[in-house]
């Protein structure tokens, strides 16, 4: 999964973890993955930066989602 972080804010924001979770049709959570897609490097207000999340295909799968689920 492949995708980008933006801040928004007015601050700049260094170790953005993202969460990447698998899921099955009833909801059902099959797999997740973290990652940083900054570290301890600024991303400054309106910057922006490519992340890519590696997980593992489970079968039954059919959504596929992500979230910020942490930062400085």
Do not use: W
Not at 8 to 34: A, C, M, P, R, W
């Amino acid at each position: 999964m492949t995708g980008f972080v933006k801040n928004i804010d007015d601050y700049s924001h260094s170790f953005i973890e993202l969460k990447g979770v698998l899921k099955d049709s009833q909801g059902n959570v099959l797999n997740t993955e973290t990652t940083y897609a900054v570290g301890n490097e600024q991303l400054q207000p309106n910057e922006r930066k490519d992340y890519e999340i590696m997980m593992q295909t489970v079968e039954g799968s059919s959504d596929c989602s992500y979230s910020i689920s942490n930062f400085d």
